[in-house]
């Protein structure tokens, strides 16, 4: 299996502060990772620097996907090479609705206009998916939404983008036994349909039960701590990180 994304000895700094520190990591093509750590470890910011945030600045090491170095290319720019992230937060934005937000970023991505009706198909058969009313296509996007129908809206995205890769933010985060079996049935699609490779962020088992994970990194103070198949993410739940965290020093 082909490499597609691989992160080298990368560090990162944001106002002056140094919060990453040699990471190197790779991650094949359909392949899932799970990206661990305690609060504070750097995984969001690892995330967030592969995909091209400016609130953090490289100062050290590269990142390069598909082969092609991209750690001086803007976020818009990785966007259209397939790289896609999931916020843990999902941010409301008045005036714009979900469907015109999910249609400009698709016409961005790919670089074509979309007919209408052909868009409205794609988003519905998305929408079926999840089991999202169709009435939230037309909300402005996330305004009102509770937070399992913005986690609900962010995996949507994900089926109409259809990225290479997607970095999942803890996006089973907050979310009951319910909503994650619906965000996990999404994530199984986008698998199935387009053969995309997954990180995932996640503290807990909820979203990795009904996935097939490769490998598993820990992350402590900024630097990969541990690393190990499928198995060591639901170990590290069991058991805690401190062990496998000075296991690996």
């Known amino acids: 299996m082909s490499q597609l994304l691989y992160v080298q000895d990368l560090t990162v700094s944001a106002e002056d502060k140094e919060l990453l520190h040699g990471i190197t990591l790779s991650v094949g093509e359909g392949e899932t990772h799970v990206l661990m750590g305690q609060n504070g470890a750097g995984k969001s910011t690892l995330g967030c620097t592969i995909m091209g945030s400016p609130e953090y600045a490289v100062t050290g090491g590269k990142i390069f996907f ?7 290319l803007s976020a818009d720019k990785r966007a259209k090479l397939g790289l ?3 916020f843990q937060n999902p941010v409301e934005i008045p005036g714009i609705t979900l469907s015109e937000f999910l249609r400009g970023a698709l016409e961005q991505v790919s670089g074509k206009r979309m007919k209408l009706w052909d868009f409205k198909k794609k988003l519905k058969a998305a929408m079926q998916v999840l089991d999202m009313d169709e009435s939230y296509a ?12 913005k ?5 949507l995205q994900l089926l109409i983008l259809q990225p290479k890769l997607a970095i999942l933010d803890e996006t089973d985060s907050g979310l009951d036994v319910d909503a994650v079996k619906v965000v996990s049935k999404g994530i199984e699609e986008y698998r199935r349909s387009v053969g995309g490779s997954l990180i995932i962020i996640t503290h807990n088992d909820k ?3 009904s996935l097939s994970v490769d490998k598993t990194h820990i992350l402590a103070d900024g630097r ?3 690393e190990g198949d499928g198995q060591l993410a639901f170990d590290v739940l069991q058991n805690g990180f401190e062990k496998y965290i000075s296991e690996g020093k």
């Open 66 to 72: 598909g082969g092609e170095d991209i750690t001086e």
């Open 84 to 86: 896609f992230l999931s």
């Open 138 to 149: 037309d909300r402005d996007l996330n305004v009102g939404f509770s937070g399992g129908e």
């Open 151 to 155: 986690k609900k809206a962010e995996i």
């Open 207 to 209: 979203i990795l039960s």
């Open 224 to 226: 990969v701590a541990r």
